[in-house]
């Protein structure tokens, strides 16, 4: 996936929309939807694992979650407009490399671009259960991964395409390990803003929660996996069903916990991104 070759007018209309006050606003805004959402998911597991009520559930859920509390609908309003923000921002990012992280023709390039196009697209799902829950029309059923998995397995050559999908899957949980190790995530703070304690805990909750996203992606990748091999789509388990995977393993409440106590991690660590992030680059 190279830049795109626009005619002059529309590049320099892009160019501007990206480089406009109320773009990067937005984005900033979509990272702190990111953040409450997965904060919301990570408590409630976290609940779950103490035996305090709570449940493991995945980001549609974090999002019904939030509609049935007081002044509900507002405050969902409010993430679904940061949701749609953040959409935009993974589009902006995989057309236009508004950050300028590399030659788009490399591998490694073409390949997190390819990530952030299918990132905009799932968040663009999420975007749309919670304009339904707004509207009182009902939320996902949980079922998509499910169900598309069920229509690619109808496919020629549907099995390897699945197992394909679920290696990648795995793959990015250990990516999410090696990002975890390095830390390299912090090239993306304006590090210059911020104080030497703000610099520490930015990096340790980044590694925190980066790692126990990980975990995630390695338990929903397997199970795609699984599906591939026994040829049942039924066998896809979503971000809650893997949490509750978790909790029924040995020490499964031990793991279940950490792995909430990431997931909270990760959305401290997302909100830090809304404040220092740098994002668009000159």
């Known amino acids: 996936m190279t830049r795109p070759d626009l005619p002059p007018p529309l590049k320099q209309s892009a160019q501007q929309t990206l480089h406009h006050p109320g773009f990067e606003k937005l984005a900033r805004l979509g990272y702190t939807a990111k953040g409450i959402v997965y904060f919301v998911v990570g408590l409630l597991a976290a609940q779950a694992a103490i035996g305090a009520g709570g449940r493991t559930t995945d980001t549609s859920g974090a999002l019904q979650e939030i509609v049935v509390q007081p002044f509900g609908k507002l405050l969902l309003s409010l993430v679904a407009i940061g949701i749609v923000g953040y959409v935009l921002w993974r589009f902006a990012q995989a057309i236009f490399d508004p950050e300028h992280e590399g030659s788009s023709h490399s591998a490694k390039r073409i390949v997190k671009r390819i990530g952030y196009l299918f990132s905009a697209i799932a968040y663009s799902g999420l975007a749309l259960t919670a304009l339904n829950l707004i509207l009182g029309t009902g939320g996902a059923d949980g ?81 795609v996996i699984i599906a591939a091999w026994q040829s049942d789509a039924t ?38 991104e809304a404040r220092y992030r740098r994002l668009i680059q000159d």
């Open 143 to 223: 079922k998509a991964s499910q169900d598309w998995t069920e229509l690619v397995l109808a496919q020629p050559l549907g099995q390897w395409l699945v197992g394909l999908a679920g290696t990648i899957v795995v793959g990015v949980g250990l990516s999410h390990f090696y990002q975890a190790y390095t830390a390299k995530f912090q090239r993306h703070f304006k590090l210059d803003q911020m104080r030497l304690s703000e610099r520490k805990w930015a990096k340790r909750v980044g590694q925190f929660g980066t790692a126990a996203r990980g975990v995630v992606f390695c338990v929903i990748g397997l199970f």
């Open 235 to 272: 066998e896809v388990r979503g971000l809650g069903e893997a949490l509750a995977v978790l909790a029924q393993q040995p020490y499964g409440t031990w793991i279940l916990g950490i792995v909430a106590l990431g997931l909270i991690a990760y959305s401290i660590y997302s909100l830090i």
